[in-house]
């Protein structure tokens, strides 16, 4: 087993970490050396797809460099699933008390979903100090942050959903903002032409996308 990270240390190695769906497990290794050709280090790949699992092995196993992460984990078996495949954190939609214990069982490192004040309360109560949030856009974006990072310090987000290449410099100018996810650095239609060039160079630009402060 690899020695498991910390997740806020995951967050502050890329300003943006794609969210990644395999449909071909084919395409898994060359999209892993594009983006950490590009600078983008840290994968979320997705349970998504069937080829999920796989997916990540390949990767870890594959790409020097790489740091590979899974996502969508919304079952307590998934946990050591992934960390047996490679992954080295979980990211999560939401957060539930078997989750929580799966986590703690597993050793896996996860940043769990929360969209609501009182979600990230209860995270925290758990023991979470990394939360992403989800649906970003949805559950009221840059203001959201802003307004919340008075009363809650002390927590550091990844908003994933909804955010592209143009609104991602806002999330990121947010203090209490390590990184955002997305999925625009995988497109599928270069995914399924293997235009790897055109990865790694959404990937080099979104690695610039750095704070200002």
């Known amino acids: 087993m690899k020695l498991m990270p910390d997740m806020l240390e995951v967050m502050r190695t890329s300003p943006v970490i794609p969210v990644i769906a395999i449909d071909d497990i084919n395409h898994a290794v060359p999209l892993a050396k594009a983006l950490v050709a590009g600078g983008i280090r ?70 769990p979903g929360v969209m609501t004040p009182s979600e990230v309360m209860a995270a925290r109560e758990a023991g979470f100090r990394q939360l992403k949030l989800f649906p970003a856009v949805p559950a009221g974006g840059v203001g959201m942050l802003n307004a919340i990072a008075g009363p809650l310090a002390d927590v550091t987000f990844c908003p994933t959903g909804g955010i592209s290449e143009s609104t991602a410099p806002q999330f990121l100018a947010c203090k209490n903002v390590a990184c955002v996810g997305g999925s625009w650095l995988t497109p599928k239609d270069a995914m399924q032409a293997g235009d790897w060039g055109r990865i790694t160079a959404l990937a080099t630009a979104a690695s610039a996308l750095r704070k200002a402060s």
């Open 42 to 111: 840290v994968l979320e790949v997705t349970l998504r797809t069937e080829h999920g699992l796989p997916a990540i092995r390949a990767m870890a196993e594959q790409v020097p460099g790489a740091i590979v992460g899974v996502g969508t984990l919304t079952r307590p078996e998934e946990f050591f699933a992934a960390r047996e495949a490679g992954a080295v954190f979980g990211v999560s939609p939401g957060l539930t008390p078997s989750l929580i214990e799966a986590a703690r069982a597993s050793g896996l490192p996860l940043l």
